[in-house]
Each structure stands twice: as structure tokens, then as C-alpha cells.
């Protein structure tokens, strides 16, 4: 069996508009096609990575969803055998969130939920998004969300893991949560968020391997070899 792309995503255009992305494609010096590209070419780089399925995302903000949960829907279509979904929500509406997530999420098509802090600007002990928290616990399924620092042009202190996804592990003992994008600069707090909590994992997107923290890569190959999931940020 091949990979599992824990983080993935196809980027829409008015995503790809979005200003604070300017970073991320003049660093990563990315044209057009390179940062939307279509379902055939995801594929067609799973296939090469040997990557069976690939994670796509839903990107839900203050500003409106950016990748919306009938996108997802719509591209799982086209190779239900190689996308699963994760959904996301408005959550500054908390009622309907809630029952966007339960609409969405059925454990077979779309397998967990999304939620990314620097996004709307607020820490993931924030209440508003605890409804979110409590329906993933309710479905069984895990919350990915984004840890350490913020690529596009945000703030980074909402990928503190320490005090604030700390405090939603010990307020929602039975959460299971992903860490994206590995965590840095605080591989420490990382470390240590997952020996305390059993139910914590991290993967290594949006990082190639030459640039994956010295710190981090020990961590895999010791402690961590059981709770670092794969992940691109394709």
C-alpha cells in the first residue's frame, strides 16, 4: 500500500487571490498552474509519489470559504478511490457550523475536519471554535489543524502549542488532533504535547525533507516514529 497525504488541498481561485499567499508563491516560486492545480495533475504527482490517498481540505475564514465543503465534494468525485475530505465551517456561526460538519462528515467521504488558526486570528482555545471540537468528538473523527509558524504574510502565535492546543487536549481528553506543518520553532512544545497526550499527532507538511528541523527529524526516527503522519501541503 502506498501513502496516505494527510494535508492536501486544490486551490480555487479566489483562494488563490487571497493576498496573504503572496509569500508562499514568491518563495516557493510558483506560477499559476503549480499553486491550482486540476484533479488529473494531483494524481498524476500522487502516482509518481506513490500516494494512494490524498486528504483534500475544505478553507473556511472570516472572509468567507475560500475552498468550500461542495468543492471538496466535487472534486472527491472525480477519483473517489484516491480523495477523501475533510471538512470545514464557518465559525463565527456556531449552530450551523455545527451542523455543516454533521452534514459533511460521514466518515467514509469526509473523514475529519479542518480548522486553521492563523486563518481567523484566533488561538485554538478560543470558544468559538469548541462546537467544532465537541461534534468531532460526538463523530468520532480528528481535527487537523495547523501548529507552529504561519508561512503566508499572518500571525504566527496562534501555532503556539503551548498554553493553547494544550488546553483544548486537557478541556477535550478524547479529541484526536493532527498538528500540521511540523510545529517550528516550537519542536520542544511539540514534543512534549505528545507524550502527555496519547491522542496528539503531527505531520510533516509543507516542509521538503532537506528543510525538516534537525530537532524534528530526530524526533521521528525516536520517540515519534509511531506519531508523525505524512503530509505535503500539495
Known amino acids: ?22 509569500t508562499l508563491i514568491r518563495w516557493a516560486k510558483l506560477d499559476e498552474q503549480q499553486l491550482a492545480p486540476t484533479a488529473k495533475k494531483t494524481i ?13 481540505a475544505a478553507w473556511y475564514g472570516p472572509q468567507g470559504c475560500l475552498i468550500s465543503n461542495e468543492e471538496v465534494s466535487a472534486q472527491i468525485d472525480q477519483a473517489p478511490n484516491r480523495f477523501r475530505g475533510l471538512a470545514s465551517a464557518d465559525i463565527s456561526r456556531p449552530m450551523q457550523a455545527v451542523k455543516d460538519i454533521r452534514t ?41 489543524t495547523q501548529i507552529g509558524h504561519t508561512g503566508p504574510l499572518l500571525g504566527s502565535d496562534t501555532g503556539r502549542l503551548i498554553p493553547y492546543l494544550e488546553d483544548v487536549m486537557l478541556e477535550f481528553p478524547d479529541l484526536v ?54 503530509g505535503t501541503n500539495w
Open 44 to 56: 498524476a504527482a500522487m502516482d509518481a509519489a506513490n500516494v494512494d490517498i490524498t486528504l483534500l
Open 1 to 22: 500500500m502506498g501513502a496516505i497525504d494527510v494535508w492536501g488541498q486544490i486551490i480555487t481561485p479566489r483562494m488563490a487571490a487571497a493576498p496573504w499567499l503572496e
Open 177 to 230: 488532533i493532527v498538528g500540521g506543518h511540523v510545529g517550528f520553532p516550537w519542536i520542544d512544545e511539540l514534543i512534549s504535547m505528545t507524550i502527555k497526550f496519547p491522542n496528539f499527532h503531527v505531520d510533516t507538511s509543507a516542509y521538503v525533507l532537506g528543510r525538516l528541523p534537525p530537532n524534528f527529524v530526530h524526533y521521528m526516527k525516536t520517540m515519534g516514529s509511531k506519531r508523525v503522519m505524512f
Open 104 to 144: 459533511w462528515v460521514d466518515g467514509k467521504k469526509f473523514v475529519g475536519v479542518r480548522i486553521v488558526p492563523w486563518l481567523w486570528g484566533l488561538p485554538p482555545n478560543d470558544r468559538r471554535y469548541y462546537p467544532l471540537y465537541a461534534a468531532c468528538c460526538d463523530l468520532g473523527v480528528p481535527l487537523c
